[in-house]
């Protein structure tokens, strides 16, 4: 059950096998009994398929309309989002939740317009058969032989936070159809025939019993783990098995796999691992072991335990399992005697776990036997005649000076040291001669082995008892730390990982860390292979890979890049290949495959499972980044695509006009007309046609980055003459007053053409916004920074947003004739190429005034070159 947040709303699905069952009849019940109880409960859109019993359900219900569209002739009707979201109910109601929306409305899919009503905070009842899930619709359609066209992700279920399944039996729901309850007429006779066969229903019923039971299991499995609960719940059947290195282990798999699937139960398959030291060919045979119950579908995982039975008993209660399977080992009565079974240990302290020891029949064991690991006997011996020799010149020192009971203790405690650098048997080896000597060299009488006294015989024993003890204790601790020291690595390698796949900031450098953290911390050498965006193929080993890749090699990771699966040495797919191939999954898809070259030997099935682990995690950045890409190439086309249409909305007016005027006159002097009262009309129209290609060009020169200022010594006053002049027709009668501050400079170095272009866009977008007679002045002063200001302010009636008046195609007044709207922005753009900026904004007094700054050279003559 997903927990939701608490701006979040609720999802309640009424989940049934097939139509006809009574979803909208449940679901409209139990909108009545919140109706009851005070509930604001609203009808979003409820389908009734005219039954009366079902429409009589809906009395007291407050029904939202619904909202109406022509489609190719037809009137649709649909759920009204806005005005659902608008009423904002406590509840609302919304039927078929696979249902696919008409053209033009806001979500393809109803199951989305749900999401959004979620999202907003309304809680939400809606219905679903089996056949529109979509990891059911493939199923149901091979078992009815019928299409499903309407289909809802999985994942949109996982946000349910109550499925309530509407069961009915075939025979019950075949005798509603013909009664006419489900269907009328012909329609009815039909899907009795086909889809309502009682071999389909019977099938479909099972699926939705089948789904309902595992969304109750996780259900189970989340309020346990919320519980930290470490009881049985029998609610259902779960089986674990033992796998080791033992020849015996694959038909433990087999029988256990074998008793799941008579139990229809899940199983799992689980190595401990203690600490204890394993050779290449036990590592091996775990590996092949745990890689068989994976094949035969188990959940194949090790462990890490101070003890076998500690670790099946961790993994069991962790997963709720009802029965452990664990195989009998050969023992004799000695070592019953001085060592527990694991079996009977766990029996022992298993509590309401069964479990299930086997004896594999004859026949059963494997053709491979592990090896021992490498244990040299000879340097253990020494090991341990060194130290006890060591610890009884200790003692024989030390007997000089203190009494024989000081002296046992400080021999106890060479004995644990000891048991830091010897294995068990050494250990208990060590203490008994360490007692032998202790009584032997110190105790009366010395240099026998007799005791007189009946106190040092009691403390013989106990420190003997003491030093066996402490040596298997400080056995257990040693393979903590190295099971400990093994996590540690494992945390640490994910760490960094994850890092790397977080913290780089584009693909080449996330790949190149990558490769050199697996190079580094698994000691592997790898090669990354990514999907070709081209052709959606596999491309050539990314540049930082440290694996070559052989022909097989490339052949190997193309099947695994098509099948999405593991492939190569240690698995059971193209097992010849000296390297083991890994999908880089995604969410989606695949984005390529890493190879990696294992040696000589086969990596333990915990390494492959933590490379599996974040090649999965870089497949998920890569898609990331891919998709990030794909958004951002996606705006840029859309950006692209506004522009042209802006840019066609806009010119066409601007180039028509022009191109009319320049006509009528040409047809006017066709007729006769005399030229000189149409000599300035064609003059204005020119003027304006060049004016508008002048702009277009100016844009598209600022928007490719294509400004490359040309500086030259110029008389600032003379430079705003210009511009003046330049613009003499656009001010008409609007008197334009020109200042420099005294002080500055008369001389700057600048691209003339450039400012003038700036100053003349400002000065006519000024006379095009301002009435007749409106003052305009125009001030410029160069700073004590070096940089130049120009500032043009008018009298007129100021702006609406000075934000936004350096938009492109941004018109301040859109019914004022004329103009692009792209003066203003061509003249940022021109100041952020000089390296400065462009500002508007209100003037005191009223009005608008615009600031150019950028930086330059000025002088008070030209300096001489």
Known sequence: MSESADTTGTLKVFLGMCPGVGKTYAMLEAARALKSHGVDVVAGVVVTHARKETQALLDGIEVLPAATSEHRGATIHELDLDALLARRPEVALVDELAHTNAPGSRHPKRWQDVAELLDAGIN???????????????????????????????????????????????????????????????????????????????????????????????????????????????????????????????????????????????????????????????????????????????????????????????????????????????????????????????????????????????????????????????????????????????????????????????????????????????????????????????????????????????????????????????????????????????????????????????????????????????????????????????????????????????????????????????????????????????????????????????????????????????????????????IHHAEFIERGDQLRRSLLDHVSHELRTPVAIISTAIDALARGATADTLLSEMEGARDRLKRVVEQLVQSARVESGAIAPQAEWCDLLDLLETARDRTSVALADRPLSIAIDAGSPALVRVDAELVLAMVENLLANAGNHTPGGTAIEMRAFVSKDGQLEISVRDHGPGLKDPTTVFDRFHRENPRHPGGLGLGLSIVRGIARGLGGSAEARHAAGGGAEFILRFPVQSATEIPTP
């Not at 989340?222 to 049985?232: D, I, V």
């Open 124 to 630: 939400v009842y809606t219905t679903i058969n089996i056949q529109h899930l979509e990891s059911r619709a493939d199923i149901v359609s091979s078992i009815t032989n019928a299409p499903v066209r309407e289909t809802v992700p999985d994942s949109f279920l996982d946000r349910a936070n109550e499925i309530e399944l509407i069961d009915l039996t075939p025979r019950d729901l075949r005798r509603r159809l013909d009664e006419g309850k489900v269907y009328l007429g012909d329609r009815a006779r039909a899907a009795a025939d086909h889809f309502f066969k009682e071999s389909h229903l019977t099938a479909l019923r099972q699926l939705a019993l089948r789904y309902t039971a595992e969304r109750v299991g996780i259900d189970l499995n989340e309020l346990r783990a919320q519980r930290r609960s470490r009881e049985t719940w029998r609610s259902g059947e779960r089986l674990i098995v033992a796998v080791g290195a033992s020849p015996y282990s694959p038909a433990l798999i087999r029988r256990t796999r074998a008793m799941a699937g008579a139990l229809d139960a899940p199983w799992s398959a689980i190595a401990v691992t203690t600490g204890e030291p394993l050779s290449k060919s036990e590592l091996e045979l775990i590996s092949e072991h745990l890689s068989l119950a994976r094949k035969l579908g188990a959940e194949a995982t090790t462990v890490e335990a101070v003890s076998l039975v500690d670790g099946l008993l961790s993994a069991a209660r962790e997963r709720g399992t009802t029965q452990i399977v664990i195989g009998k080992s050969p023992r004799t009565r000695w070592t019953d005697f001085f060592i527990r079974p694991p079996a009977l240990e766990l029996l022992r302290q298993s509590g309401d776990i069964d479990v299930i020891a086997i004896e594999p029949k004859q026949g059963e064991t494997a053709e491979r036997k592990p090896q021992k690991p490498a244990f040299d006997p000879t340097a253990e011996i020494f090991r341990v005649v060194g130290l006890t020799a060591a610890i009884a010149i200790l003692g024989i020192v030390t007997s000089m000076f203190l009494g024989e009971q000081t002296v046992a203790l400080l021999m106890l405690c060479g004995v644990i040291i000891g048991a830091l650098f010897l294995t068990a048997p050494g250990t208990w080896a060590l203490a008994l001669l360490t007692g032998l000597a202790w009584n032997y060299f110190t105790t009366e009488p010395r240099y026998t082995f007799n005791i007189r006294s009946s106190s040092d015989v009691a403390l013989f024993f106990a420190l003997t008892v003491a030093a066996v003890a402490m040596g298997h204790l400080s056995g257990r601790l040693r393979r903590r730390e190295r099971s400990v020291s093994r996590q540690r690595v494992q945390y640490s390698r994910l760490l960094d990982i994850n890092t790397i796949l977080t913290s780089s900031h584009d693909t080449d450098e996330m790949l190149a860390k990558f490769t050199a953290a697996v190079s580094s911390r698994f000691h592997l050498d790898c090669a990354i292979r990514l999907r070709n965006e081209v052709d959606h193929k596999l491309g050539k080993p990314h540049p930082s890979s440290t694996l070559s890749l052989t022909e097989k090699d490339r052949g190997v990771s193309e099947w695994t890049f098509d099948h999405r699966q593991p492939a190569g040495r240690g698995t059971n797919t193209l097992a010849e290949s000296p390297a083991l191939h890994l999908p880089l999954q995604g969410r989606s898809f695949v984005m390529g495959v890493i190879s990696v070259d294992p040696g000589t030997t086969l990596l333990p099935l915990a390494e492959r499972d933590q490379l599996s682990a974040i090649a999965a995690q870089l497949g998920i950045a890569l898609e990331r980044d891919h998709l990030l890409h794909a």
